[in-house]
């Protein structure tokens, strides 16, 4: 079992651009401790075929790495001792944590434990906060998900101590597979080359939708170098979907934060990259497709924005589910490796684009039932925080579980001081509130 290229792609990235995924959840109580929760949930993990895996790289990067089942160590946990168990200081923490970086052939996902919080949201006592650090290369926003509620649903599976699973191909086998799929990947590529030429012709077809028009930079859109921060705003999903669905009212709420927050720029050009989920391709661990969708931040009633955002993301949808989108991109799942390596090296990342799918991106992905426990311990809410690139410096993450809602905001003191990400939080969580009342 190799990985996809798609999902080579994004390991080969992360040198680069920092994309792995971080999944917290807060749960209200003492959970117990730490080092005894840390020993059930390796318990749990154990007994999780999926969270034994690793990648077991070819020589030479001649091919695609192989996952592979092994144990899981007790590098994959980290108990964090907090100066500052506040909840302002637990999202320092993981602003810091935002800048690590997984290697996925020694552990594709890691846990951290923050235990002994106080001032939590919805929270009347303190609280045990877990992150759960994923590889964007080992899955994507609902695949993570739903291992995360494979290791914290209560009660947990019972480890029986085997350790079954894929194994990787010895070396000489490596190579030898490496070589003779070559010549079939560059006759593959060229047959598929062509489909995607016709492809793309069908795509350009006036009863396709056409793709979102391009935005102008905005402040937000820069470099936002090494450091992170974050903000989280909880509230109810009912205060959302006064306007239509979750991820709608999120949009509409963020589209009248940022208008305020940008001041000058033009209102009627803001947009948002979205990733939109889309059929399962092959054996990829990560399916979706990114969307550009209009914010119409210029419409000030917002139910008008949200049935303008809803209709706008419903046409990029459309045109994500053609099947010529597949099509045109298929060659790229028999490019040989070599080829991706040389053509990722050399790729300019700094290069600053005329305009940009989104001037901020919007990840939304429900996590299920209001039903998990940590030693006796239940979850509160749940968050997520979209990672950023070199013209991507605000992010945000609307994640919700059971009923309630998380909407994060991710950025970099490079990009927004701290001063002025508290002006951003006050207009986000402003224009929440008229969302509500809408």
Known sequence: MQLHPSDALRDWLDDRVRSDQFLLFCFEGEAGDPDALVTELRQRASAVPELRLRAVPV???????????????????????????????????????????????????????????????????????????????????????????????????????????????SVPAMLLRAVTRVPIQLGALLVTGVRAGRAERDLADPAVPSPAPGCPLSAVNTDPGPRRAVRTIVCPATDLRTVGTVTVGALTAIASALREFLGDFPADRLGAEVPVSVARNGMARNSYRSAGVRLFAHVDDPRERAAAIAADLALRRRRLAHPAVDLRDRPFTHLPAPLLRFGLARADLGAVPRTVTGNTVVSSVYRGAEDLVLGGAAVRFTAGFPGLSPVMGLTHGVHGIGDVVTLSITTSPQVIGPGELDRYEALLREALAQVARA
Do not use: K, N
């Open 59 to 169: 020589p030479g990067g001649l091919d695609y790495p192989y996952w592979a089942a092994g144990l899981v160590g007790a590098d994959r946990f980290v108990v964090h001792r907090l100066p500052d168990p506040s909840w302002p200081g637990v999202q320092r923490a993981v602003g810091e944590l935002l800048t690590d970086r997984l290697d996925i052939t020694a552990a594709p996902w890691r846990l951290h434990l923050l235990a002994g919080v106080t001032g939590a949201p919805r929270c009347a006592t303190t609280a045990t906060v877990v992150v759960l650090q994923v590889s964007h290369a080992f899955a994507d926003g609902m695949r993570a998900s739903a291992l995360a509620r494979a290791l914290l649903s209560e009660p947990g599976p019972t480890a029986d101590g085997a350790e079954t699973g894929p194994e990787a191909p």
